[in-house]
């Protein structure tokens, strides 16, 4: 016996019931079969009854236009990975993965889009010391697929303070004839010059 028939006979027991309480009595009564009942199951019927909202409406895509300025904005943070400069491509071509932002906005497009590099490790906020700063630049120095993890520390070695902004432009004056330079805004990263 299907479920949607065991429903319907144990309905009609219970209405059955119910009315004999307030004294109603009911001869028994054979309810002919339905064959469309008999032929479904109950995620059949589940599928027809609740499943016919309205579907939703597919998101807009950004822009071809927006999808290179903000290609070009997020391709001096991948370095010499490729592979990210392409996955980046591919999800600017997904409108789900900007829902919640104005797709019309490059600002809005890229705070996205920085939230995604933040995630592949290639750009991270300013660390607030010089001690935390050289372990992320040699993180985003992997992530960036750049040989230049030794480089930075020795380079960071050779510099005798610990004020920031000094250390910064130190370390930049010690990378410019390797042709990398660290920016710190917005973002910390490294990125070739020229």
Sequence with gaps: MSILKQI???AR????????KIGINLPDVEVPEDPDIEERDFFDF???TFDS??????????????????????????????????????????PENFALKNIHDIDSIQEELAEYLKLHQVIQEMPPTTADTLPA??????????KCFNL???ASAQIDTDALPEWLQKMNERLQRFDIEITS?????????S
């Design 8 to 10: 319907n006979k144990t």
């Design 13 to 20: 027991q219970v209405a059955k019931f119910g009315l004999s």
């Design 46 to 48: 589940f599928q027809r």
């Design 53 to 94: 909202r309205k579907k939703d409406q597919p998101l807009p895509q950004i822009s071809q236009a927006l999808q290179t300025r903000a290609l070009e904005w997020a391709t001096p943070y991948c370095g010499n990975n490729d592979e990210l400069r392409q996955k980046i491509s591919d999800f600017l071509k997904i």
């Design 137 to 146: 630049l040699q993180r985003i120095a992997i992530a960036q697929h750049r």
């Design 152 to 154: 930075l520390r020795q």
């Design 185 to 193: 805004e917005p973002f910390l990263s490294l990125r070739t010059i």
